[in-house]
């Protein structure tokens, strides 16, 4: 297949190209685009056969899952079951890096929502995901557009290195701005919900919005065997790189002095902080922003893990994320690169 790639810088001038991603995705082919979280692989959300190619570009197994994306956070009515938990949810945070979990209806394909009875709605922020969607006229299906096992994409080239040939069109729109997959909730009643997956919108904030807000134990641990995963994502091994990972913690100058002394002995790739530069040696090495800037972190952490993994190294160091704020979403995805390897030092 022979994959078009499109600059998007402005939707509304560049019409025309939305116009025929858009027509792309009624006819039955696959779009990758960019969101505020990531880039989607998008198709027909009502089309079975859409979403059958959706698993087959990325390698996906068929019984994880894809979100469905809304143009406006009233749509969700139409694909599920709405309530006023959802719509408290949407008041605060939509459009925006949420997806919510509500009871299907009819009209979305079993193949879509990976067998289940529930499906995962979300409306995001970014202007072209929003004028494509719009366009289009059907909800657009997308997980992110990575290969299934890679870390998902946060700028088009790692799309095209992933998806290239695999896609009808991929639609170029710049780097992602939170670098992070959206935060994920399941209602559970009035007033209860449980957090799937952390993201964009933190506990905190969600607490502000709903009484009740549960942690699935999956975003902090690894399931023990046979435990049955609330979302079907969390079974998979994900965004783990080909050289192995260890987080570490401990106090920051120990960590520091620790990572300068294995810089003498190992081939190590580090994931280190801006403040940490003087103290180390420049091979392998990989900024991800201040200590205390998570939001830097969050947006490059994905780049970075792809650049370390491409490297001669044996190891890759990295730090281990606070749990707190957006730090619990860079911690659920750093301890699944790391396959749960965490050194104290
Ligand atoms: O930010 C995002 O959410 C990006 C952009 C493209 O919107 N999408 C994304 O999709 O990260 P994906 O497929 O990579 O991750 C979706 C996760 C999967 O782990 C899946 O298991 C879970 O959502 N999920 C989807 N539908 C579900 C459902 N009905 N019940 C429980 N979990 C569900
Ligand atoms: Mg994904």
Redesign the pocket.
Known sequence: MNTQVIQISDPILQKSDLSRAAEIIRAGGLVAFP?E?????GGDGTDDSAAKKIYAAKG?PSD????I?VAAPEDADRYAVVNATYRRLAKAFMPG?L?V?LQ?REIVPKSV??G?D???V?C?SHPV?HALIALAGVPIA?????LSGKP?PTCAAHVIADLSGRVDMILDGGDCEIG???T?V?VDGEDEITL??P?GITYDALCMVVSKVNIAPAVTHALAQNEHP?????K?RHYAPNIPVVLLSGESKKVTAFLANEQKTKKCALLCYEEELPFLRADRLFPVGKRDDLAAQAQTLFRLLREADRTDAEIIYAHLPPETGLGLALYNRMIRAAAHTIKEV
């Open positions: 969101t979280t990531v880039y989607g692989l996906r994880n899952p894809l979100i994306h890096p997806t979990i299907k929502t990976g289940l529930t499906v995962a979300r995001p995901a997308a997980p992110s557009a990575n998902s992070l997959e959206s994920i399941k799937l997956r993201g609330l979302s079907p994502g969390m998979y």
